[in-house]
Nanobody, 123 residues
Framework: QVQLVESGGGLVQAGGSLRLSCAAS????????MGWFRQAPGKEREFVAT????????YFANFVKGRFTISRDNAKNTVYLQMNNLKPEDTAVYYC????????????????WGQGTQVTVSS
């Protein structure tokens, strides 16, 4: 059974940084593109970033470009999200998942979601 466990969230002031981690188990981690999503209160879950299986390519939602980076360590079955210059609108629960794409090329999470990690950015 695939398990995804996110950690690293917290409360930070605007302009601050956080590094999220996601430990995956129950799957061949290096066989999957991985990604991060977030869900703010009252809003739908949205895509944030993805990284290819070998970490050779990354892709970001426009609203985080230049501020967030994504990386992975296939030896540790872990994917990371480094978040810099955080804004209050980044406040959300952040989730990781394996990535697949629909016919329109939109990324979606392939496996069951973990519990997420709360990120709160104060102004």
């Amino acid at each position: 059974q695939v398990q995804l466990v996110e950690s690293g969230g917290g409360l930070v002031q605007a302009g601050g940084s956080l590094r999220l981690s996601c430990a995956a188990s129950g799957l061949t981690f290096s066989s999957y593109a991985m990604g991060w999503f977030r869900q703010a209160p009252g809003k739908e879950r949205e895509f944030v970033a993805t990284i290819s299986r070998s970490a050779g390519s990354t892709y970001f939602a426009n609203f985080v470009k230049g501020r967030f980076t994504i990386s992975r360590d296939n030896a540790k079955n872990t994917v990371y999200l480094q978040m810099n210059n955080l804004k209050p609108e980044d406040t959300a629960v952040y989730y990781c998942n394996t990535i697949n794409y629909d016919r329109a090329g939109k990324p979606f999470g392939l496996h069951s979601w973990g519990q997420g990690t709360q990120v709160t950015v104060s102004s």
